[in-house]
């Protein structure tokens, strides 16, 4: 057997920008392409060497309860662990509370990064970690990477104020000795290495370049983005343009007409509607006399008598007679009559 890998997840934020929907959920529990942001994110981990052999650190914050109850529903098999961060000082001291798991190999994979990239590339390079990477037209508000002529990264920067180098950073992290990053983020700590009152993790990797750490970039294949409603619905797009059809095996009325891709589990209830392109519908669900395009729908949401478009509609949601683009959180009624 492998060595295990322990994979932090630090999830801790409020989610402000993707207001109203995380007054009552957490970011990663929201909806995109049938299935939650975390699970599309913990199913990457199958690439890994040993996809069984891991271990999950969850760093929770507001409405963190929720994540416990989602993994044990959902994710039975996969340890896991959870400590909260009652103040929000960066990333860096977030990884410091889950410094008991800093111990032989770890990741560390912010919760709404979702990328496509391949992990079995770990343990087969003498290096001492990884930074996954993309190129980025604009790249100040990111951290970058810059790496010299033998391809090793030299140092990452926060919030970078040139534009010559556009090698993102992703939030995707993995580490071969856990210890030396547990090091380097007490040196950043003690020293008061931060950015704006945070601790950020691109300083506390570059103290690890400075001590002699050899680390690569990896550049994934496209990076989604699920921080606000417009990248939610853009991943969601894309997501579904990947996937193969995804609806149940039971058949729709004549009245109901399907526009793939889509994605719509068994129990969902249509009648007399068009559904699609790029329509992400959850359990529970019912759409009637309507049309929705460019959606997502999330558990025990009713949509009567609508065409809605570009819309991001929580769980147990009305929507009756609306003609447009909504932003609806949980338990949200919208009902509009013709007077």
């Known amino acids: 057997m492998s060595e295990i890998i ?67 529903q959902n994710f039975p098999h996969i340890k896991a662990h959870y400590i909260t961060q009652p103040e929000m000082k960066g990333q860096s001291q977030a990884i410091h509370l889950a410094r008991e798991f800093l111990h032989g190999p770890v990741m560390v994979v912010f919760a709404d990064t979702l990328a496509e990239t391949d992990f079995s590339l770990i343990g087969k390079e003498d290096v001492d970690g990884y930074a996954w990477v993309k190129s980025v037209p604009d790249p100040r508000r990111f951290g970058v990477a810059e790496v010299n002529d033998a391809g090793y990264i030299t140092r990452l920067i926060e919030k970078p104020t040139e534009m010559d180098n ?120 019912t759409i009637e006399d309507s049309r929705l395009e460019d959606c997502i729908m999330d558990e025990s949401t009713t949509v009567r008598h609508s065409v809605l478009s570009h819309s991001l509609v929580g769980r147990h949601v009305l929507v009756d007679g609306v003609h447009g683009t909504v932003d609806l959180g949980d338990n949200s009624c919208v009902v509009c009559k013709k007077p």
Request: net charge positive; proline share 7%.
């Open 6 to 72: 322990r994979i932090l997840i630090p999830m801790a934020g409020l989610g402000t920008r993707l207001r109203p929907h995380t007054w009552s959920k957490p970011k990663p529990l929201l909806q995109v392409a049938g299935k939650t942001v975390l699970a599309h994110l913990l199913e990457s981990f199958n690439t890994l060497p040993d996809p069984a052999n891991i271990e999950l650190i969850f760093i929770i914050g507001y409405l963190g309860d929720q994540v416990p109850q989602y993994m044990a």
């Open 166 to 285: 556009n090698r993102v950073v992703i939030g995707l992290y993995y580490y071969r000795q856990g210890k030396k990053l547990l090091a380097a983020i007490e040196e950043q700590i003690e020293t008061g290495k931060s950015f704006k009152g945070e601790y950020f993790l691109t300083d506390a990797t570059t103290i690890m370049l400075q001590r002699g750490a050899k680390m690569r970039t990896v550049e994934v294949g496209a990076w989604l983005d699920a921080g606000t409603s417009e990248a939610l619905l853009e991943t969601n797009r894309l997501l579904l343009d990947k996937q193969t059809h995804n609806l149940p095996p039971v058949k729709f009325g004549p009245d109901v007409i399907i526009i793939h891709p889509v994605s719509i589990p068994e129990d969902v209830k249509l009648a007399r509607c068009t559904i699609g392109p790029h329509v992400s519908i959850a359990n529970g669900c």
